[in-house]
Structures are given as C-alpha cells and as structure tokens.
C-alpha cells in the first residue's frame, strides 16, 4: 500500500521548474551537440569539437546560449508537462490511446510555444564557432528575439515551427508517457517500492526512447534554425541535404544527443518526483 506522500500527483508546473534546474548541468553537452550537427567540412570529431568550444571560449563558452535553454524549459517543457500531468488525471489511463492522444496534444502545443526560443537557442550555441564577421551576437535570449524581429522579421521566430512541434509530440510520447508506462509496470505488477532508484531507472528508460525517437527530427531543426537566408528552400531540401551521406546522417550527434537527453530526463524526474512527493497535490479521498 502506498503511503499518502507517494500517492499525491505533480501539480503543473514541477516539470517545467525542473527541466530547467536540470538545463543549468547539461546544457554543455547541448552545445556540443548542436556544434556536431551543424558543422560542414572538414569534419571535427566530438573531442576536436570539445577542444574547439574550449579554445574560443575558455569554460564559459559551454555555456554560450544558457538563458535561451533556461527560458525553453520555462516554455516548452513548461507547456508540455503541465498539459500532459493536468490532463492525466482526467484520462481513462488503462486505454494506451487515450494517453498517447493527450500525449500528442501536449508536445504540438508545448512544440509551438517553445519554437521561438529554439531559434534563438540554436543560433546562440552556434555562434561560437562562426567566423567574426558572421556572429550574431546576441547578448541573451531577449535580445535574441528583438534583433531577429528587427532585422528578419517575426515570422522568422517560428522557423522550423513544424519540425519543432513534430519533436515535441515524439518527446511527449517517448519521454512522458513511457516513464508512466515503465514507472506503473515497476509498481503494479513488480511491487516495487515507489523510491529513487525506480525514477532513477523509469527516467532511463525514457531518455533512451526519448533520443532515438527525436534524433532525425532534431538534426533537420537545428540544420534549418541556424541556416543562413536562401540556404534551403523546404524541408525536403535539409532532409535531401542530411541524407546524401545516408541514414545515420539523421543521427549525426547521437553520442552527445543521448548523454544530454539521458541525464536532463533523470535529473528532470528525479526533482519533479522529489517534489511531487513533497509538495504535490494530495489524494483527492485525503481528508
């Protein structure tokens, strides 16, 4: 039986509050990522990538872009996981469809809100390694948004809008709904004990279905997010492009995808179950 604690359930917010604590340890391994899916030719592996960042920017230059990352936890994740905890708790669960639905619903509207921030986010990891003349330079996340509605346009906030919404509904599905799955799997019909190490393995499990699911989508947002005006004209153009050195092209930075989105989903579980277990909403039967 489980105690009250175990059984209150994640007010809407602890997602988002969380993703964001857990953005501030693995945004480096973001950068690194975004650095190896953007790079032309000659190709660096990812320690000349390492070396690189390090060599342009001392330690700080891991954290080039930290505030667009933060402000996208607070949006995407945010939106995400509030619709997706909310809207669990008015579901008929045992009906996989229904959770997938809801699901979907949540990562197209958290994809949407946090596509404008994505844009600014990419191009703020990658300006690093651009030569001078071609750096933007925005000082944070804010002045990001205002120069790209002064020089680009607001419609250029919403680049890669539907290859950002088409990630969110996979991350929702391949990262929410799987730790439920895996988490009620462990408790119901295991008789785990709902602890850290059964989060510790839940989220795991996610950010591994969460990176394979996401990687191919991922790889054509950021090649399309930091793309320079006229250097593609559709999607099919960066999917055409990408897929000239094959399949795994899609794949491109799976290493350093997976060690960002592994330990960001843990960490991110971890303090939103520490949270839900200490401050979340109680059993609507408690007194």
């Not at 995400?80 to 699901?103: C, M, P, W």
């Not at 703020?124 to 750096?135: E, F, R, T, V, Y």
């Not at 988490?183 to 950010?207: A, P």
Request: proline content about 4%.
């Amino acid at each position: 039986m489980l105690m009250e604690s175990q059984r209150r359930s994640s007010r809407w917010y602890f997602g988002g509050l969380s993703s964001a604590a857990a953005v501030s340890v693995t945004h480096p391994l973001d950068l690194i990522k975004v650095h190896l899916q953007t790079q032309q030719l000659p190709k660096k592996s990812l320690w000349q990538t390492i070396v690189n960042i390090y060599e342009n920017g001392g330690l700080l230059g891991f954290y080039q872009g930290i505030s667009a990352s933060i402000v996208r936890q607070l949006t995407s994740t945010m939106t995400r996981f509030g619709i997706y905890e909310t809207g669990k708790r008015h579901i008929d669960s045992s009906k996989v469809s229904h959770s997938i639905a809801l699901a979907m619903g949540a990562g197209f509207l958290g994809g949407l809100t946090g596509a404008p921030t994505d844009v600014v986010n990419v191009r703020m990891q990658n300006d690093i390694k651009l030569p001078a003349g071609q750096q933007r330079n925005y000082k944070h996340v804010f002045d990001g948004f205002l120069r790209i509605i002064q020089e680009e346009g607001a419609r250029k906030l919403l680049t890669g809008a539907p290859v950002a919404i088409g990630r969110g509904m996979l991350l929702t599905i391949s990262q929410n709904l799987v730790y439920d799955i895996s988490k009620g799997y462990l408790l119901r019909e295991l008789h785990f004990d709902d602890n850290v190490g059964v989060h510790f393995t839940c989220s795991l499990t996610s950010g591994g279905c969460a990176t394979l699911a996401t990687q191919p989508l991922d790889v054509v947002k950021t090649r399309l997010m930091n793309a320079k005006a006229g250097e593609y004209d559709s999607y099919l153009s960066v999917i055409t492009h990408i897929g000239r050195i094959g399949p795994f092209g899609f794949y491109k930075g799976f290493i350093p995808a997976f060690a960002r989105i592994g330990p960001h989903t843990v960490l991110t579980f971890l303090m939103m179950e520490q949270l839900r277990l200490h401050f979340g909403c109680p059993p609507v039967n408690a007194d």
